[in-house]
């Protein structure tokens, strides 16, 4: 539901609705609530919640702030306990007026350990006993889970993350208050930014609330504070961007910066996605064309599908977000799925962005789950992949797709299942020379072509620990820079892949392979024309 119809809602004789509402938001909301009942219902507007000593009339200064003043009707018994107090206060309460009631799910939530009968017997009967009444509750909170006795009673409502138009509005307001604010204490206060600039401003601060957004405006004034003045100019743009990592990695989500190294051979997956870049422009999205979903990765441990994730953000010119479901995973019951939709809300307000669920499988295979945890989580990823239409690419990476639920893996849930195998000969050498070069060292073709063929069943991340190796050994020996094939000859000799040491889990894999789309086009490796004593023996002249 949307949450402009919450006030129709109230308005029509539902007496109790429930309002999801970010913690930074919970002020602004009740701010919000107090403006529009008493401007459009003309009702009073009073907040209660365990952490206050009694009942609060919400009310609006002169200038529009919040402020809450003490009921002083309102008494309670030492003795009696206050959740069945405030309901009872409620019922007979002699007039008019929206009740707001904080934190009070837990106790008549879903499965919940502190669940009270009594309470939730009590909101039943209010939900009845107001309906003719002019007295309506609004439970307010994070992570509402409803008791299935109330679920059909009480209407569901959530405050949405804030638009990039919404953000474009709220910004010259809030400059406009600093500027006052900086004008009383003597400050000079300047804004040097231009439309454009504002625009790619609001842009980075997606995925943040308005609050929190005024919480890093007031501190960069602290922070950028120099003899007396204050410059909000582009400076802030990195700044934002590290401010909402460090928010967003409380959530379990990390903003990933860029990935610096480009993968080797997968030329199948890299035409798809770049047949489909152009989707999540804003001309694709004026002819309405669909958006991709994503596509799920699957393939041997060590052949770079973390780092193809991390390059399909670059192919496709979008931020990346990793969201790590494990870090998610709370004590109390349901508090797991409000995280992960907490994170999935969050992902579509920052749209158009990748979304990057690494080893997809452990989080939601169900192993060892006699919670139902994983499945509910599931659901609510797969809800999330079938409605979500603004530009959300999730891109999930498995090395045991055996272990995957049959609902993920379906035909149809991702855009494409691909499967990415151990690197043929031609892709071997490729993924060589881009980790040489990391090191600053060139090495002459055939070179690289002989130690590819002798390093079959090789995965990219046993490529790259060779070519470390190398530019290792070399450097011991006095040549820095200037790698051998005898060095990595040498060094090829000490590493045993995984797909010999645990060849049957890499068969297992291809059986499934017959039901994806391979990621590379198959290359039969082929004995190279040159062998490795004669290119050694070259390479020592």
Sequence with gaps: MSLRNLLTTIDSQIPIVALEVLAPEEATIIEWLTNQAQSKLKSPVYFWNLGVSGLEKCDLSRDGELCFKPVSEYKRPPQEDPLIYIFKYIENFDGEGIFILGDVH?????????LSWE?????KNLY?????TEKRIIFLGQNIQLHEDLVRLIHYFETPLPTLAQILEHLPYYFEYLHSSAQEQEVEFSVNLTDAEMETLARTALGLTLEEVSDFLR????QMLSDKRVTMDTGLIPRIVEYKTRLLSQMGIELCKPATIPFGGLDLLREWLNRRRRLFTQSALNLQLPQPKGVLLAGPPGTGKSNVAKNIANILNLPLLQL?????LGSLVGESEGNVRRALKTAEAIAPCILWVDEIEKALSGQGDTSGVSQRILGNILTFMSECTAGVFVVATCNDPSALPTELKRKGRFDENFFVDLPSEPERAQILRIHLERFGISVEDEYLEAIASSTAKFSGAE?????????LLAFEQG????VTLGDLEECRQ???PLAIQDAAAVERMREWAKTARAASTAIADTPTTKSIKTARYRNMN
């Design 219 to 222: 501190l960069m004034c602290k």
């Design 463 to 471: 490529l790259e620990t060779l070519a470390s190796e190398a530019a």
């Design 494 to 496: 000490t590493i045993t």
């Design 479 to 482: 040549r820095p820079q200037r």
């Design 324 to 328: 790590d479901i494990a870090s998610m």
């Design 128 to 132: 009845h006993r107001l309906k003719p």
């Design 119 to 123: 309470i939730l017997t009590r909101v």
């Design 106 to 114: 837990p106790f008549i939530g879903r499965n919940s350990p502190v």
